[in-house]
């Protein structure tokens, strides 16, 4: 699943606006957008705003506010959104390939639809699309409680910003220590520009799971900055599945050790076809993106086509 556009009115720390996905009068967006602005423009603000108006369409248990997306003394806020899904899976049959929606924070609910069932199937592995958002201040806890790694565990979590949802990677780090993943999670880490290697006997055995360039061992709290923000990402991929997803990035250029001009390629490569919408104030990664491809918060807009379907958060 990926985004054509969305249409922002009256959501608290966003610009209104139509913020466009793809190039103009197409129906395929682009696999990389970067969100971009000064500061306090409301670059993640529009990345939490999307994952909002997606939970009230096909709801995962996530702790969504209404009261968070509306503007002092106003009783909604409106998200519209346009959806392009695939058949890759199979589902896409009887509807067509773009969806529009309106999402009403604070409004009355309404009937389900098709857009809710599409967006709702949720499971680990390549069959199933889904949202995945990388917040800013993604962190491994390794003395924290470990979190299990069935999909229902995980369903809730990961769009969300919490900070629990990559307490599943050190006993996933022990799972693929003896499967057939190691080989995928080690290439993920290589592409991502980490400089430590994965010890696989090691990690099967509860000891320390990579070893530096110098070959010493390292644990998970002794990982460099940007060796855990390449873990994570590595880590999330091989567990979740990201083919065909819409994978939210916030500041992706703040640890991960690459160069800017390689990090649009690196992100787009956690799953064949998934979209990446990056949100980042980095001069660096804004140069390294094609024009088309970057949403400047603040710059005009144009109407969106009515909604086909339309749900509400209260």
Known sequence: ??????????????????????????????????????????KTRLLEAIIAAKEVIAPTDADVRASAFLLPGADTARVEMAWVLDDDNGLVRFHDKVIEAEVVFGGEPEPEGVLSFELSVYAHGPDAPKLEYFHAHRRLDPW?????????????????????????????????????EREAFVHRLAALGATCSFDAASAAEGGPPFRSRRGAPLGLGELSSGDEDAVIF???ATL?????????????????????????????????????????ASPAL?????????????????????????????
Not at 290 to 303: E, F, I, N
């Open 234 to 236: 590595a880590a999330t």
């Open 144 to 180: 924290g409680l470990p979190l299990g790694l069935d999909p229902g565990t995980h369903r809730p979590l990961r769009a969300s910003g919490s900070a629990r949802k990559y307490a599943f990677v050190a006993p996933l780090l022990r799972r693929i220590a003896v499967t057939g």
């Open 286 to 314: 804004r140069a390294a993106v094609p024009p088309a491809q970057v949403v400047t918060l603040g710059s005009l807009a144009t109407s969106l086509p009515s909604p086909s379907a339309s749900r509400s958060l209260r």
């Open 1 to 42: 699943m990926r985004l054509l556009r969305v249409g922002c009115f009256g959501v608290a720390g966003v610009p209104d606006g139509i913020y466009p996905f793809g190039p103009p009068g197409s129906d395929e967006p682009f696999y990389f957008v970067l969100v971009t602005g000064p500061a306090a423009s409301g």
């Open 240 to 280: 979740v599945g990201l083919d065909r997803s819409l994978v939210l990035v916030d500041r992706p250029e703040m640890f991960l050790p690459l160069a800017p001009a390689a990090l649009p390629a690196a992100l787009c490569a956690l799953g064949r076809g998934a979209q990446v919408i990056a949100a980042s």
